[in-house]
């Protein structure tokens, strides 16, 4: 029976995690986020909160990994504590819009970016957005290591690509020099107004630092994933954050909290004002990177996830195999390929992915309390959900990784969840009965498959 390789180092898990974080999101979201609360101090403030959501959020995801270090991340995770109908809907979800609807988006930006710097005509958008797809699952086919490889190279040029903006703002020359104090602040000083406005840039905040928890999806290729996957998740988050913080330092400094408010492209007006015309074209090539690179990371890790679903017989049984050479799931990758071509061609992705992406934190949310129902199976055994049963924490055999201030941590980011799920939702309410109409659709599918499910003891 073919088994993946375990072939990923500490360094290679970590530039997933940082890859995985960081696509296109830092160089649009601090716009949206300074509009909300309109002072540089509670931009800030906003960034390091969600900077410690991500980073109790990768904890909680180490262990996780650790106790269960299989293929299929989440979805095993749910599979285990929540029962299979919680762990396809997850997958479900992923396959039909969560992550091929950000196949198809970022492969499109990646294509406008790659066609406006190259100075070609804009009707070559979606043949350049498919080779796109195409070439990095082609890539992903052959084997993890060269898809690792891609990802390592593509993650390191746009921590690059991120580096140069942060200098530019935060050390050229400028009207606000960095001995200077920030810009004043123009937001109302009222206990009611900032507990709101931080709220409602929370939100933005914490989407754009998702992502930590795909490289879960490729345990099973980590060499010694029960040290080396915690260790690169949170590493990797640490690493994203500082980031983050000195790109909205860098942001606040050269175009203040209101210029930055009142901006489309935050990156690009930053580095035109520092750099001129020349700086508006490097941060584009930036921009293109880094969305190749994350490209790169949702093809990698989410075939993984369709693999577990279809070896425990709740998807099309092709899918459950392994190439006999290349030790990939190669049918997931090229299923995923096509579906996600399919969405980018025909436009639709950009508003499914709309109507779901509160779901993702609907599962962040049930997969993180997943890890009471694991340490309550630390004291008192319980039935698994799973075809690993005799893996997923039973008994009280000692952990290599728990995570710190338990309980109260992996509470406080469930909590986090809700409260955007719940910010979703009362922000667009026809988005949010659409998308869990969408989500719904994966119950007959699932109860059609239920019968032909065969999950090994």
Not at 98 to 125: D, K, M, N, W
Not at 260 to 283: C, N, V
Not at 429 to 443: E, F, K, Y
Request: hydrophobic share 55%; glycine share 10%.
């Amino acid at each position: 029976m073919t088994t993946y390789a375990r072939r990923l180092g500490l360094f290679s898990g970590t530039m997933a995690v940082v890859g995985g974080i960081i696509g296109g999101g830092i160089f649009r979201t601090p716009a949206a986020v300074a509009e909300r609360v309109r002072s540089p101090g509670l931009t800030l403030i906003a960034w390091v909160l969600g900077g410690v959501v991500a980073l109790i959020g990768a904890f909680c995801f180490g262990e996780l990994g650790q106790r269960r270090p299989k293929a299929g991340g989440g979805y095993v995770y749910l599979r285990d504590t929540w029962g299979p109908l919680p762990a396809f809907l997850y997958g479900w979800a992923l396959l039909l819009v969560i992550a091929t609807g950000a196949i198809a988006a970022v492969a499109v930006t990646f294509a406008s970016y790659a066609l406006a710097l190259l100075g070609l005509p804009e009707r070559l958008t979606d043949p350049v957005a498919t080779a796109a797809i195409v070439l990095l699952s082609g890539i992903n086919y052959v084997g993890v290591r060269p898809a690792a490889l891609t990802q390592n190279i593509f993650t390191v040029l746009k921590l690059a690509a991120l580096a140069t903006l942060i200098a530019a703002g935060v050390f050229a020359a400028t009207s606000t020099a960095p001995y200077r104090p920030l810009p004043p602040s123009t937001a109302r000083g009222g206990v009611v107004d900032v507990v709101v406005a931080l709220g409602a840039a929370l939100v933005p905040v914490l989407f754009t630092y998702g992502g930590w928890q795909q490289t879960n999806f490729i345990a099973e290729e980590i060499v010694e994933p029960e040290k080396n996957l915690p260790r690169a998740l949170v590493l990797g988050v640490v690493v994203v954050v500082a980031v983050y913080l000195l790109a909205n330092v860098a942001y606040l400094r050269v175009l203040g909290p209101a210029g930055l408010a009142a901006s489309t492209a935050p990156a690009a007006d930053l580095m035109r004002a520092q750099l001129g015309p020349a700086g508006g074209t490097l941060i584009a090539a930036g921009i293109a990177v880094s969305t190749f690179g994350f490209l790169n990371l949702v093809i990698l890790v989410t075939p993984r996830v369709l693999q577990a679903m279809a070896a425990d017989g709740v998807f099309f049984r092709a899918l459950a195999e392994l190439h006999p050479i290349h030790r990939t799931p190669a049918a997931a990758i090229l299923f995923q390929a096509a579906w996600a071509i399919v969405l980018a061609l025909t436009g639709t992705f950009s508003e499914l992915v709309d109507y779901v992406a509160f779901g993702d934190w609907i599962f962040f949310g049930l997969t993180v309390a997943g890890l009471f129902i694991y340490r309550a199976r630390d004291v008192t055994p319980l039935p698994l959900h799973t075809a690993d049963r005799g893996l997923a924490g039973e008994g009280a055999a000692p952990r290599a990784f728990r995570v710190p201030g338990y309980p109260w941590t992996p509470a406080l980011f469930v909590l986090a969840a809700l409260y955007v799920v719940a910010s979703a939702v009362l922000a667009n309410p026809r988005n949010a009965l659409v998308g869990t109409g969408l989500l719904l659709l994966g119950v007959p599918v699932y109860l059609v498959q239920k019968p032909s499910r065969v999950l090994t003891p």
